[in-house]
Structures are given as structure tokens and as C-alpha cells.
């Protein structure tokens, strides 16, 4: 006479939900915590309160997709809403200020930026070379492969003392 496998359907509602939260943990989509929440709650739970096996896998595949389709938007809006979007490489280069170190001839010359990275720079079509001298300060306009288009830095606003 074989033993009755069905009554150890829980150790397989833990080992699935177990192994989905370990594929979650290298996806990081909430994908696989959702399966893992449906296994615990619809197949884990029906089997404690003592329900047939094909109740237990129905339980687990509605309440899965459930958390899927309105838990799991839900979570992935939030989570990437508070993500600010980060420039990066040479997007972070736009609008960057920086001192010119070569002045310019003929509308090149060579920056420092803020980064400390210097640069091959140069100016707008039309732009005179007179007033970039070195240690003037600049800004990135664009960027150009291995040049970038500077042009004269505004100086902040002068504040005015508020009187009353």
C-alpha cells in the first residue's frame, strides 16, 4: 500500500514559495514575490484549513495572478517613481560649468570641467574668441564626440535686500 503524498503538500507550498522568493531576489521585477505570496496565502493556506489538492492549486494560481495584475503595477510604480532620473556619462556633461585652461583660437581651446576632466572645447559658430581667456568661467552647451561646445557661464542674479 503507497502512502498518501497528498498529506505532505504543505513541504511543497513551502520549497515552491521558498524557491520563488530566491529567483526573486535576482530578478528584483516583485514578479516572482507575487507567485510566492499566491503559493503561501492560496496553496499553503487551503491546505492548513484542509482543502482537496486541486483547490489548493487553484487557490495558488488565482490569488497569484490576482497579486500580479494589480499588487505588482502598483509596487513597481512606487518603487521607480522615487528614483530620480541620473544623468550619466556624457548627458551628465550638459550644462556642467568649468574654467577655460587654453584660451580660444579660431573658436577652439581646451576646459577644465567641474569634474575635473579636461576637454578639447569650442565655441558656437559666430562666437568671438575675445573674453575666453584662461580662467574665465564656461558652460557645456553640447557635446560633440571627444569636443565640447561651451559658451560664456551667466553669473548668478545679485540678490536684493528685502527692506519691509
Excluded: C, K
Excluded at 495584475?69 to 560649468?97: E, W
Amino acid at each position: 500500500m503507497l502512502p498518501d503524498l497528498t498529506q505532505y503538500m504543505w513541504i511543497l507550498w513551502l520549497a515552491l514559495a521558498f524557491v520563488f522568493v530566491i529567483v526573486e531576489l535576482v530578478t528584483l521585477e516583485f514578479t516572482f514575490l507575487m507567485l510566492a505570496a499566491g503559493s503561501l496565502i492560496g496553496g499553503l493556506g487551503v491546505n492548513l484549513l484542509g482543502g482537496p489538492w486541486w483547490l489548493q492549486i487553484a487557490m495558488a494560481a488565482i490569488l497569484s495572478a490576482l497579486l500580479l495584475f494589480t499588487i505588482r503595477p502598483l509596487l513597481l510604480r512606487a518603487l521607480r517613481s522615487r528614483d530620480p532620473a541620473v544623468a550619466t556619462n556624457v548627458d551628465a556633461l550638459y550644462g556642467m560649468g568649468g574654467r577655460v585652461i587654453a584660451p580660444f583660437v579660431d573658436g577652439a581651446g581646451s576646459v577644465r570641467l567641474e569634474n575635473g576632466e579636461s576637454w578639447t572645447a569650442r565655441l558656437p559658430d559666430g562666437v568671438p574668441d575675445a573674453g575666453f581667456d584662461v580662467g574665465v568661467r564656461v558652460t557645456v552647451a553640447a557635446v560633440h564626440g571627444a569636443t565640447v561646445e561651451v559658451q560664456a557661464a551667466t553669473p548668478p542674479a545679485e540678490r536684493t535686500p528685502d527692506h519691509g
